[in-house]
């Protein structure tokens, strides 16, 4: 009799196993939102490392193997800016694609375009590791990969074989960015992205000139306004020297941690040569007081929820400054529709998005369109591109308030050894 119980409770554990088993299968292939965010994240982070998770899920990716995505951008979502069309504003920013690998399957994520790179001419190993650290307590991250890249080569091969793939989905609106750096070791920033701009120019739909990351040594004196201004002026005569049916557009990547000359400068750069556009902003060197995790301390930059408040406050100085009239991409913290909407608000016609996903998966992309899509119609805007800057005509703001930019304190990092 005994036995017999133990046999029944034996199976029974199995068929509950199993079950278990599926249900989770299923849950995970749905991209069930509550799913991913509570339980399947925070499995994955606590057995595989932050670099081996990012490896796994571009590799992931770049197979197709996603979760199911049924949601339909709608109309109000859809923006038209630099002369392309855009399904939806929620785009992949650089630094998750690095090497232009999981183009494709982050299209089928539902994002409405998709930024590879940051690539260097010369193939780079970057920083030794360990150089990525989750600060889960604070939903972020801090990174010191410091450009590791396959180099332009590999990459135009990569990109060149789905040229004819790409040319059908920028057509569908659903465009392809590329960012470009400059080699760690390299005596001649200028050249290096001038070569960029020559070898992957025919394959983006718009590139980034990246100046902003802090784990390159001197790559955010590029952003000084003599420095800047000469290295605009080439690149944009490259860029006018290539062959095709439309000009390209140029945006430049800047620092959240800029002083307010530095911006004015910046601004006044910009408009004056006719930069395409600002992606606003990379990662920070500063730390929030309010940190907890214990990898705070660690050197690189710090993006996710912390970078928020300051990106976008970023974001709004850059508009003021460019009178609105210089194309805005904000990126830092958007982790929902709210998020996004800040920053649409402040000024951006578009925003980027990465360390979200690594805490709430795939799924973050539909939730965070699903949720703008709700907070256009309640504040009665019909499209993203009304929303656009409104926190800067007086528009209603009552069902907007913007949190205070919380108090950043600058880590004493020494940037050549990041």
Same mark, same amino acid.
């Given at each position: ?24 299968? %299923? ?18 982070? =606590? ?59 982050? %299209? ?22 360990? =150089? ?12 010191? %990969? ?11 091969? =990569? ?38 701009? =020559? ?6 739909? %718009? ?212």
């Amino acid at each position: 009799m005994a036995g017999h119980l133990k046999k029944q409770l034996k199976d029974a554990v199995k068929i509950i196993g199993s079950g278990s088993l599926l249900f989770a299968s %299923y849950l995970t292939a749905i991209g069930d939102e509550r799913f991913y965010t509570n339980q399947l994240m925070p499995l994955l982070q =606590r057995i595989v490392g932050a670099e081996t998770a990012h490896v796994l899920a571009v590799k992931m990716i770049g197979l197709g193997l996603v979760p199911l995505n049924r949601y339909q951008d709608p109309a109000s979502l859809e923006m038209n800016v630099l002369g392309l069309k855009f399904r939806n504003p929620i785009g992949i920013a650089a630094g998750f694609d690095k090497h232009g690998e999981a183009v494709d399957g982050l %299209y089928k994520v539902g994002f409405g375009f998709v930024e590879v790179g940051t690539i260097t001419p010369k193939p780079q190993e970057g920083n030794p590791q360990p =150089r990525v650290f989750r600060l889960a307590t604070d939903h972020a991250i801090i990174n010191r %990969y410091g450009f590791n890249s396959c180099g332009l080569a590999a990459a135009q091969q =990569r990109l060149e074989a789905r040229r004819d793939t790409q040319q059908q989905r920028s057509e569908a609106g659903l465009p392809l960015g590329i960012n470009l750096g400059k080699n760690k070791l390299s005596q001649d920033a200028g050249a290096d992205y001038l070569e960029g701009v =020559r070898v992957l120019g025919p394959l983006a739909d %718009y590139l980034v000139v990246n100046v902003s990351s802090p784990n390159t040594p001197g790559l955010r004196d590029l952003q000084g306004k003599a420095a800047l201004r000469q290295l605009l002026h080439t690149v944009l005569k490259e860029r006018d020297a290539l062959q095709g049916e439309r000009r390209l557009p140029v945006l430049v990547k800047i620092a959240p941690d800029l002083t307010s000359q530095d911006k004015r400068d910046i601004a006044d750069v910009v408009t004056e040569l006719g930069v395409d556009g600002l992606m606003v902003s990379n990662t920070t060197v500063s730390r929030p007081e309010t940190l907890q995790d214990s990898n705070k301390s660690e050197v690189g930059g710090l993006s996710g929820q912390p970078l928020k408040d300051l990106s976008t406050s970023t974001v709004r100085e850059m508009y003021n400054l460019t009178k609105g009239k210089v194309l805005i991409v904000g990126v830092g913290g958007v982790a929902s529709g709210q998020d996004a909407m800040d920053k649409i608000r402040a000024g951006a016609s578009l925003v980027q998005l990465y360390t979200a996903l690594t805490y709430q998966g795939p799924p973050v992309v539909t939730k965070i369109k699903r949720e703008l899509e709700q907070l256009l119609k309640e504040q009665g805007f019909s499209s993203v591109s009304e929303a656009v800057g409104a926190d800067h005509r007086g528009a209603d703001t009552s069902t907007h308030k913007q949190s205070p930019l919380k108090e950043m304190v600058n880590v004493n990092v020494d940037t050549q050894h990041l």
